[in-house]
C-alpha cells in the first residue's frame, strides 16, 4: 500500500514512536508543578525546547509549542499583527500560501478592516521578491511566505524576500510546514511556523519562533503556560516525540533528499511520456526533494484518486471535484495551470524505488480508464482539423449544470467542427472552467479569447470564448 | 511516590496507554482524505466520537474535540458569546471559575466592552441558585458555571442553574474539567467543557460539546475541521486514548468514589485532630469524591509543599507563594478562607489507603517543622491574654516588604501584648494579607476592624486592623 501523501500528513517516525511511549511514563504532569513528576515533566519539555530550537535555529526562548501547525499560524499571524498595530493594518501574503495562512490574513481584515496584498506568483508557483517590494507598503504590519508551497513543491525565494522586508522594517512570517524536516529556513525571517506530523512526528504539535525583538502581543485569553503564546497544558510526551523525530528525520535528511529528488525526476519526465495531455506543474530544480504534482486533461479527480486508491495509492488532488467547497486549489489558479485531474504525489521518506515504478506502471492505465468512462477517450489525440465552408463562426456548448472535467471534455469533442478562426463559447457554472479552459487553450495552442457573463437566468453562469488557430 | 494531585492532571489510564499506541499505526492520516488510510483514520475519529459523546450525554455532532480543556473552554466562551452578539455582551460566571473561564470572559470584555458579573459563593465554595438568578440581565448573552470547584472539590448547583437559566433563555457553558470522569453532567446545560489529562486521558484533548440549537460562531480563522469548531490536524491517536479512557474510568467510577470519598473523609477528619491551627475548606458532603483542601496558620505554602515533596507526597497549592503572580487563589479568596499554608489534596483512582495514613503521619511533623523554621512555634498555641494596664491602645505591626505568612505570624506574636479591646495595625504590602488576617480573626475570635491605605510612600502598602477580644 504505497502511501504517496506525506505533505498532508507522514506516517509515525520510529523514533517519534519511542520517544512517544517513553515519555509517556515520565511526562504526563504538569510541568509548572514544584513536585518531582512536575519537575520531571519540566525538564523533558525544557530538553525537547532545546532540541527543536537548534534545529529550527532560534534560541530555545524564542520557540514555543502549539497544538497545531495550524494554530501557530493562525497566533503567529495575530499575535505579529496585534504587536503592530500602531504601525498599520496591512498584510502581505503570496497568493499560494497555505489556506491557515490566508485564513488568518482574513480573518483579521474581517475583524479590522485591515487590507491584504496577494503577491503574486510565477507559471512555478514562486514569487518574484521584486513582485513582494512592490507588495510592502508605509503600514505594512507583517509579511507572510511559505518556505516551500504544499502542492506543488516550488521553493520560495524566503532570504531574498525577508532581506528585503528587513530593510522595510517589516516582520516575515514563514510558513515552514512543508521544508522543515528537510532543513532549516535561510534568511532573516522574524516568525517561524510548522507543523510535526508533517515531519513524521505526532499530530497535537506545532512549533511557533518568534525571534526577539519582534513586537508580538498573543492573541486571546491570558494564560501563563508557553510563555503566554499558547494556552492550555501542554502535551509533553507528543513534545518530546516531535522534537527526537525532528533530529532523527534531519540526520537523514541530505541522503534521502538525494534519493527522493531522483524517484520524483523520474516521475516528472515519464508521466508526459506515458500519458498523453498531462501537464507537470512547479518548479522542475527549486523544489522540495520529495513532491511533485501533474494534472490529467479529461479527467475526474475525484474518480482518479480513487481508482488509484483501489490500485493501492495513496495520492491527493488539488481538483475541484475533491474540495468540499468545489473550487480548484488557489495554488494551481494563482499559477494558471491546469486543475482537472490534478495528483499530488508526495512522498515519505524510505518510500522503495519499486513503489515509484509500480505507480508508473499502473497510471496510464488508470487515467485511460477514467477517461473512457467519461467518454473522453475520442478528444485526447486532439481535433481532427476539418474545414467545414460556411459553418457557424460562433458554436456554442452548453456545459451548465456539469462539473469538471465535463465543460472541458465537450469543447473538446465540438473543436473539431470549429473552422481554423472560428470560435466556441462554452457556458459553465463550474468554478473549475475559469482555470481549466485557459489551461486547455494553452496546452493546445488554440487562443483564449475571454470570459463574459452568460445571457442566462443564473447568476454564475458564464461564457468563456476560444479560438481554433490551427 | 504516592502523587496526590489528581485535579493538576492524572497519570496515564492504562486503557489510554493502550488505545494510544494501538492507533498509533491506524490513526495518523489526514481523516478529510479519501484513500484508505485516511478512511481509516476517519473511521477511528468517528467511533471516539460516539464514545465521548455518550459519555457526556450528547449527540455526536454536538461534540467537536480541541487540543486542550482549555482551549475547548476559550472557543466555548467566545464562539457563544459570538453567536449571541445580538442579545447583548453581558456574561456572568461564578466567582471561583477555572481560570480558563475568567480569561475569556476578561479577553470578551477587554474585545467588546462587554460585561462580565461574578457570582459571589458561600463558605464552602458553591453559589446560591438565587444570587444566579440575580445576575442574569435582560443582555446576558452567556452564564458560566462549573460542575464542581477544581480547588476544593464542591460541587455547584449546576442543575437548578441550568433550570433558571433555560427559563430566561440564556445558554449556559459548564465546566464540566473536574467531574467527567465521575459521572455525566445533568440538567439542561447547553454548551459543556472537559479535558482529559484530568481523567487520566492522554493530554493534547480537550472536548466542547454545542447543543443544537444553541447559537454558535466559532472564533478565530476559518478551518474545515471538527464542524469547523477546532482548526487543525486532529490528533487521532490522542483522541481515541481520551474516549477509551473515558468509558473505562466510568466503568470504575461508582465503586472508586465510595472508596476515596472516605479516603477523603479520614483526611478532613483527622488533619484537624493531628495539625493544630488548621481549616479544612469545601463543602464536605456536596463535593468531587477524591478531593480535600486545607489551610494551616503560620505556614509558608511553597515551603510545605518542598517538605511534602521531599516526603515523597505530591500535593499542590493555593497560596501566594506557589503562584507566579504572588497573590493567593482566586477561588479561596472567593471563599474568605485562609489562603496560607493551604495544601490541595486530590487522589487518583487506586489510591491505596495505606499512602493516605502514610500522609497523615508525616503532615504534622512537616507543618511543625516549617513553623519551626518560621519562628512561628511558639505562636502556634494563640496568645496569653495578658493584661498590660496602660499599654498603648493602637500597636503597629510593619510587615512591609514581608511575604505571606510572615504578616499573620508578626500578628499573632504581638497579640498577647495587646489588652483586651486594644487594637494592632498590621502594614503589610502582601496580597494575601488581605484574605489571611481576617481569616486568622475568624479562626481565633478576634475582630477584624477593617482595612485603610498605609500612610506610607508605597502605593501597595495597607494597613489593616484587629481589635482583641478576649
Given at each position: 500500500m504505497p502511501y504517496f501523501d506525506?505533505?498532508?500528513?507522514?506516517?509515525?517516525?520510529?523514533?517519534?514512536?519511542?520517544?512517544?511511549?517513553?515519555?509517556?511514563?515520565?511526562?504526563?504532569?504538569?510541568p509548572a508543578r514544584l513536585y518531582r513528576e512536575g519537575r520531571r515533566a519540566g525538564l523533558l519539555l525544557d530538553a525537547a525546547r532545546e532540541a527543536a530550537a537548534e534545529a529550527v535555529g532560534c534560541r530555545p526562548d524564542e520557540l514555543v509549542f502549539t497544538p497545531s501547525g495550524t494554530y501557530a499560524v493562525h497566533s503567529g499571524v495575530a499575535g505579529a499583527l496585534s504587536g503592530r498595530r500602531r504601525v498599520g493594518l496591512h498584510v502581505a501574503v503570496s497568493a499560494v500560501e497555505h489556506s491557515s495562512v490566508l485564513h488568518a490574513a482574513e480573518a483579521h481584515a474581517?475583524?479590522?478592516?485591515?487590507?491584504?496584498?496577494?503577491?503574486?506568483?510565477?507559471?512555478?508557483?514562486?514569487?518574484?521578491?521584486?513582485?513582494?517590494?512592490?507588495?510592502?507598503?508605509?503600514?505594512?504590519?507583517?509579511?507572510?511566505?511559505?518556505?516551500?508551497?504544499?502542492?506543488?513543491?516550488?521553493?520560495?525565494?524566503?532570504?531574498?524576500?525577508?532581506?528585503?522586508?528587513?530593510?522595510?522594517?517589516?516582520?516575515?512570517?514563514?510558513?515552514?510546514?512543508?521544508?522543515?524536516?528537510?532543513?532549516?529556513?535561510?534568511?532573516?525571517?522574524?516568525?517561524?511556523?510548522?507543523?510535526?506530523h508533517k515531519w513524521g512526528g505526532p499530530a497535537g504539535v506545532g512549533l511557533l519562533a518568534v525571534r526577539k525583538g519582534v513586537r508580538f502581543a498573543p492573541p486571546g485569553p491570558a494564560d501563563e503556560r508557553e510563555s503566554g503564546r499558547t494556552p492550555g497544558f501542554e502535551n509533553i510526551p507528543a513534545i518530546v516525540a516531535a522534537a527526537a523525530s525532528l533530529r532523527a528525520v534531519r540526520a537523514e535528511a541530505a541522503a534521502e533528499a538525494v534519493r527522493l529528488r531522483a524517484l520524483v525526476d523520474r516521475i516528472r519526465a515519464r508521466v508526459p511520456e506515458l500519458v498523453p495531455e498531462?501537464?507537470?506543474?512547479?518548479?522542475?530544480?527549486?523544489?522540495?526533494?520529495?513532491?511533485?504534482?501533474?494534472?490529467?486533461?479529461?479527467?475526474?479527480?475525484?474518480?482518479?484518486?480513487?481508482?488509484?486508491?483501489?490500485?493501492?495509492?495513496?495520492?491527493?488532488?488539488?481538483?475541484?471535484c475533491t474540495s468540499s467547497t468545489l473550487t480548484p486549489s488557489h495554488v494551481l489558479r494563482a499559477m494558471g495551470v491546469l486543475s482537472e485531474g490534478n495528483v499530488r504525489v508526495s512522498l515519505p521518506p524510505g518510500t522503495p524505488e519499486a513503489d515509484v515504478d509500480r505507480f508508473l506502471e499502473v497510471l496510464p492505465g488508470v487515467v485511460a480508464g477514467v477517461r473512457e468512462r467519461l467518454g473522453a477517450t475520442a478528444v485526447a489525440s486532439g481535433p481532427v482539423a476539418v474545414e467545414v465552408p460556411g459553418a457557424a463562426e460562433g458554436l456554442v456548448v452548453d456545459a451548465l449544470g456539469r462539473r469538471c472535467p465535463i465543460p472541458?471534455?465537450?469543447?473538446?469533442?465540438?473543436?473539431?467542427?470549429?473552422?481554423?478562426?472560428?470560435?466556441?463559447?462554452?457556458?459553465?457554472?463550474?468554478?473549475?472552467?475559469?482555470?481549466?479552459i485557459p489551461a486547455w487553450c494553452g496546452m493546445r495552442g488554440q487562443e483564449y479569447v475571454g470570459e463574459r457573463p452568460a445571457d442566462h437566468g443564473d447568476a454564475g453562469a458564464v461564457a468563456y470564448v476560444v479560438r481554433r488557430l490551427s
Open positions: 506525506a505533505a498532508s500528513s507522514a506516517p509515525l517516525h520510529p523514533v517519534a514512536r519511542q520517544a512517544l511511549q517513553a515519555s509517556l511514563d515520565e511526562g504526563w504532569a504538569d474581517r475583524a479590522t478592516g485591515g487590507a491584504v496584498s496577494e503577491v503574486p506568483v510565477d507559471r512555478y508557483g514562486a514569487v518574484a521578491p521584486a513582485a513582494y517590494a512592490q507588495a510592502l507598503r508605509a503600514d505594512t504590519a507583517l509579511a507572510c511566505l511559505q518556505s516551500a508551497n504544499h502542492e506543488v513543491g516550488t521553493e520560495q525565494p524566503v532570504a531574498e524576500v525577508a532581506e528585503l522586508c528587513r530593510s522595510r522594517g517589516v516582520p516575515l512570517l514563514v510558513d515552514a510546514a512543508q521544508s522543515l524536516g528537510w532543513g532549516p529556513v535561510e534568511g532573516a525571517w522574524s516568525l517561524l511556523a510548522a507543523s510535526a498531462v501537464e507537470v506543474v512547479g518548479d522542475p530544480v527549486r523544489r522540495l526533494p520529495h513532491l511533485v504534482t501533474f494534472s490529467c486533461l479529461y479527467v475526474d479527480g475525484e474518480a482518479l484518486l480513487h481508482e488509484l486508491d483501489r490500485a493501492d495509492f495513496s495520492v491527493s488532488s488539488g481538483s475541484s472541458v471534455i465537450e469543447l473538446a469533442k465540438i473543436f473539431g467542427e470549429v473552422p481554423v478562426g472560428g470560435t466556441v463559447t462554452v457556458l459553465s457554472d463550474d468554478a473549475a472552467a475559469r482555470l481549466d
